[in-house]
């Protein structure tokens, strides 16, 4: 399913409880009030004891409208997922004239989302539903985009002979990311959000200009 057709299918049916009819002023309050019921569930004991029934009852609806909007526990997580991760995609990419401090303010930024118990909550359902084909084209798509407006950051560095032009930004900023969600996921452990951005930033800058001193011999 793709994303499209996911927020098709849960958009304004007018399929919802106490509600009849397309386009009901209900349905889109219906629709968020069971995401923030999904959220605070994942948020609770995450995405392995999440069940239908239990949003249902948080959201104040029924089981019954649930699988009629979403179809399966795996859409409704993802719908989550996209909405909620929206809020990601509206963070400007840092221009400070320094490729260091755009990478640091780019690693905080994130590091600050996952350091949340919603960020590391939908982090965590993310990796545990791979499998899902709909969640899986969904994760991608917003990392493509989020990374894809983020390479300007080496692409400047590069304009600026900060970095040399054999620089890649995509790989530099996976790298970047690699190191925090590693924390997260593997390690377990907080993320300080003052420090690790910093060194993240400067394994990656000095991977790249070492790369570039091998590249001259």
Do not use: C
Request: charged share 25%.
């Amino acid at each position: 399913m793709s994303e499209g057709e996911l927020h098709h299918r849960t958009g304004e049916t007018g399929e919802t409880d106490g509600t009849s009819g397309t386009g009901g002023t209900a349905a889109p309050a219906v629709r968020q009030a069971v995401l923030d019921a999904t959220v605070e569930a994942l948020v609770d004991h995450g995405m392995e004891k999440l069940t239908v029934a239990e949003v249902a009852a948080r959201a104040g609806v029924q089981e019954t409208s649930v699988y009629r909007r979403w179809g399966t526990r795996e859409n409704l997580v993802t719908d989550t997922l996209l909405t909620y991760s929206q809020e990601q995609e509206d963070v400007p990419v840092p221009d400070t004239g320094s490729v260091r401090e755009d990478l640091v303010a780019f690693a905080s930024s994130v590091a600050a989302y996952l350091s949340t118990p919603l960020g590391r909550a939908l982090l965590d359902a993310a990796v545990r539903t791979a499998d899902d084909p709909g969640l899986t084209r969904a994760r991608a798509a917003f990392w493509d985009g989020r990374l894809d407006r983020a390479q300007v950051i080496v692409e400047r560095a590069v304009a600026r002979g900060e970095l040399p032009e054999t620089a890649g930004a995509r790989l530099a900023l996976e790298a970047l990311l690699a190191l925090l969600y590693a924390r997260t996921l593997l390690v377990r452990a907080p993320l300080d959000v003052a420090d690790l951005p910093r060194r993240a930033a400067d394994l990656v800058l000095d991977g790249l200009r070492a790369a570039e001193r091998d590249d001259g011999r």
